[in-house]
C-alpha cells in the first residue's frame, strides 16, 4: 500500500499531481463522458501501474465506484500495490467456462476501488484480449463501475495494448523523464493513432521537484 501515495497521503505533491490529471480527464469529455480508460506506456519501467492505481485511488475520492483491470498478464503488477495474490485473475477469468465475476473480482482496502488482477500467466494473452469473452466481459464490467481502468502492457512490446485500445473510450500514455526515448514515444503515438486509438494525452512521470519550487510555479 506504500505505493498508493494517492491513499497513503492524499495531500502530497504526488497526490495533487494525479487529481490533476484526473480533472484534465474529466475535462476533456465534457460533453461525451468516459467510462473506460487504458494507461500504458512505450516500453517497461515508465510508471503506468504506479499512475493506473494511483488515479483509481483519486476517482474513487469523488465517490465512484471503480474497477482496475490488470491487462499485463506477463507481468502484471497491480496485486502488489494492493497486497494480494496474482492468482484467479484476467486469464483465468477468460478461461473460465462459468463467468462468476464475484470469484475474480476482488475488494481492496480502498473504499470504491475493487481489481481483477493478472492472473496465471497464460501462453496467448493477445488472443484472450481478442475474444468475444473479453468483449462480453468489458460490456459486463461498465455497466457495474462508474471507471474502468485498464492497466496495459507498453505499446512496442506486444500487441495487447492495440487491441483494448479499439475497445476503450480514452487513452493515456505514460513517458518517463529520462527512460523514455522520445522516438519510442513517437512510435506508440503513430502505432495507437494507426488502429483508431482515442488518446487523451501523455503524462510526463518522474519529474524531481521541490515542494517549494512545485507551490511557487503553481501560484504563479
Do not use: W
Not at 41 to 50: A, R
Not at 58 to 81: E, F, N, P, S
Not at 181 to 186: A, K, T, V
Amino acid at each position: 500500500m506504500r505505493n498508493l501515495i494517492a491513499y497513503t497521503n492524499p495531500k502530497s505533491i504526488v497526490s495533487e499531481s494525479i487529481k490533476i490529471l484526473r480533472t484534465n480527464l474529466q475535462f476533456s469529455s465534457v460533453d461525451n463522458g468516459f467510462k473506460t480508460l487504458m494507461i500504458t506506456s512505450s516500453i517497461p519501467g515508465e510508471g503506468k501501474s504506479f499512475i493506473t492505481s494511483n488515479l483509481a485511488v483519486a476517482y474513487a475520492a469523488l465517490g465512484m465506484k471503480v474497477l482496475i483491470v490488470d491487462c499485463d498478464m506477463r507481468r502484471g503488477t497491480q496485486h502488489r500495490y494492493f497486497g494480494m495474490s496474482k492468482y484467479y485473475g484476467l486469464s483465468d477469468l477468460m478461461i473460465d467456462p462459468n463467468v462468476n465475476y464475484e470469484k475474480y473480482i476482488k475488494n481492496t482496502k480502498v473504499e470504491g476501488v475493487d481489481i481483477i488482477v493478472a492472473g496465471t500467466t497464460p501462453p496467448n494473452p493477445s488472443e484472450l484480449l481478442s475474444s468475444e469473452k473479453f468483449q462480453k466481459f468489458l460490456e459486463d464490467v461498465k455497466n457495474m463501475y462508474d471507471l474502468v481502468i485498464f492497466d496495459v502492457p507498453p505499446v512496442t512490446a506486444v500487441s495487447d495494448a492495440t487491441i483494448i485500445a479499439t475497445k476503450v473510450d480514452k487513452t493515456v500514455i505514460i513517458a518517463r523523464v529520462k527512460v523514455t526515448p522520445i522516438d519510442q514515444l513517437e512510435l506508440t503515438k503513430k502505432t495507437l493513432e494507426g488502429v483508431g486509438a482515442n488518446i487523451a494525452g501523455v503524462v510526463v512521470n518522474g519529474i524531481k521537484i521541490s515542494s517549494k519550487k512545485y507551490y511557487v510555479k503553481y501560484y504563479n
